[in-house]
């Protein structure tokens, strides 16, 4: 008879059974881990959490669920009971959701055609205090941050400094570019300067590709 104080107490949550017997079976063979109980909806799981609250060390769940989603479920098993983890497994690679997942302080998030290897990585990093995000999650999240990045990046420019850009990228000289926004060539070249620190561009080449990464041309 195995021992299960020293293991891991986790609850799965998931309104598919087939997915709840699916983790309980690759979670089995595992010295440190003991599946201690399963729900089937997130309001499920807060009561077993609430009657219980040292019962569970990791919860494992889906977001999408009758009475209360994954979601909800971690917004207040963060606020409530923060000593609990949080893993997030869903078939959902909308940046929307993972953003909110993000934002309720999940401490993972993976796809559920993640591999057995990928998975049980995944929850030795939480368990350690680490956040995981699978590998088919990163990208999706890497393109977010380049595109906000990209966007804070435009937003920055002062509406004089994005004059002076659109005119730039027409090839006008300092000295043309002062004369149609009347203002002087000094002020032209400072505006250059700082849009070119902003947009960490080192050339007109690399102007013109920030500008139309920016749609700032078309």
């Known amino acids: 008879m195995s021992d299960s104080k020293n293991k891991t107490n986790i609850l799965v949550v998931d309104d598919h059974q087939l997915v709840i017997d699916g983790l309980k079976s690759m979670l089995a ?17 807060l009561e077993m959490i609430t009657v219980a609250p040292n019962d569970f060390q990791l919860i494992i769940t889906d977001i ?19 000593h ?18 993000i ?5 993972g998030y993976m796809l559920k055609n993640t591999g057995q290897e990928e ?6 990093r939480i368990l350690g205090d680490g956040t995981y995000f699978s590998q088919d999650i990163l990208p999706i999240i890497l393109n977010q941050l380049q ?10 420019l002062t509406q004089r400094e994005k004059e002076v ?13 002062a004369d149609k926004l009347f203002i002087s060539k000094q002020t032209v070249d400072t505006h250059r300067l700082n849009i070119m620190l902003k947009t960490e561009c080192k050339s007109l080449v690399g102007l013109i590709k920030y500008a139309i990464q920016s749609g700032y041309i078309k």
Not at 119 to 124: H, N, P, S, T, V
Not at 147 to 156: G, M, P, T
Not at 165 to 171: A, T, Y
């Open 64 to 82: 999408t669920m009758p009475l209360m989603s994954g979601i909800e479920l971690c917004k207040i098993i963060k606020s409530q009971y923060s």
């Open 147 to 156: 595109d906000e990045k990209k966007q804070a990046n435009k937003s920055s």
């Open 84 to 101: 609990i983890k949080v893993l997030i497994l869903s078939m959902h690679n909308s940046i929307t959701i993972i953003k909110d997942a």
């Open 119 to 124: 998975f049980l990585k995944g929850i030795d």
């Open 165 to 177: 850009l659109e005119l730039i990228v027409q090839e006008f000289t300092s000295k043309e570019i």
């Open 103 to 107: 934002a309720a302080e999940s401490d």
């Open 29 to 45: 063979g595992e010295k440190s881990y003991h599946v201690k109980a399963e729900a089937l909806n997130g309001q499920q799981a």
